[in-house]
């Protein structure tokens, strides 16, 4: 059996083999824990959706047909869950990007020698758009994850939030405006210093 054919992997969980099923938890964890990182602003959340969603997947196994690939299967359940989270409560502001580092997410890789005042910017870059992604609605943050973060193609997007095609780019189009809009803001701050 390919170790790296996820339906395959799947085939056999559904056969009892708890070791094919724990590679795919193993190969989905981090980009799952990272999608509900940026959707929810929540490590504590992060943690508790990226469980619930493995347990569902588990759940689902033996039902599992492999009409699309695995990965947007299982992003079809992260947008569910998210989704259903922010009904559920109120989106906390996203936390800092230092916080991040700290916590081993995603860490920003230096280059050595690199000029300190362009590391600064390009932190403080990042901390904008975090801050910017975190003031869109849920599922324009859903539909950014998925194709900036997750780098899904606009049908595979589609499948996974259950919207058609011209809906994910209508919704990706307001998303962009509206960060371009958020980013300006510090662009032009950076020029006049």
């Given at each position: ?26 190969r ?14 929540s ?35 992260a ?57 869109l ?26 919207k ?30």
């Amino acid at each position: 059996m390919k170790y790296d054919d996820d339906a395959a992997l799947m085939e056999s969980a559904a056969r009892g083999d708890s070791g094919s099923f724990s590679i795919l938890v193993k190969r989905y964890q981090k980009q799952v824990f990272n999608f509900f990182l940026r959707t929810t602003g929540s490590f504590e959340d992060a943690e508790d959706l990226s469980q619930q969603l493995f347990v569902n997947l588990f759940r689902s196994v033996k039902r599992y047909r492999p009409k699309a690939l695995l990965r947007t299967y299982i992003f079809r359940i992260a947008a569910n869950l998210a989704a259903s989270h922010a009904r559920k409560r109120s989106i906390r502001k996203g936390r800092s990007l230092d916080e991040m580092f700290e916590r081993g997410i995603e860490p920003e890789a230096e280059e050595q020698g690199a000029d300190p005042s362009v590391l600064v910017e390009g932190k403080e870059l990042k901390q904008a758009y975090l801050d910017a992604l975190f003031e869109l609605p849920q599922e324009w943050r859903i539909a950014m994850e998925l194709r900036v973060g997750r780098g899904f193609s606009y049908s595979d997007i589609a499948e996974a939030m259950g919207k058609t095609v011209p809906a994910v780019e209508s919704i990706l189009y307001r998303a962009r405006e509206r960060l371009a809009l958020a980013l300006s803001g510090f662009r032009d701050d950076r020029d006049e210093s």
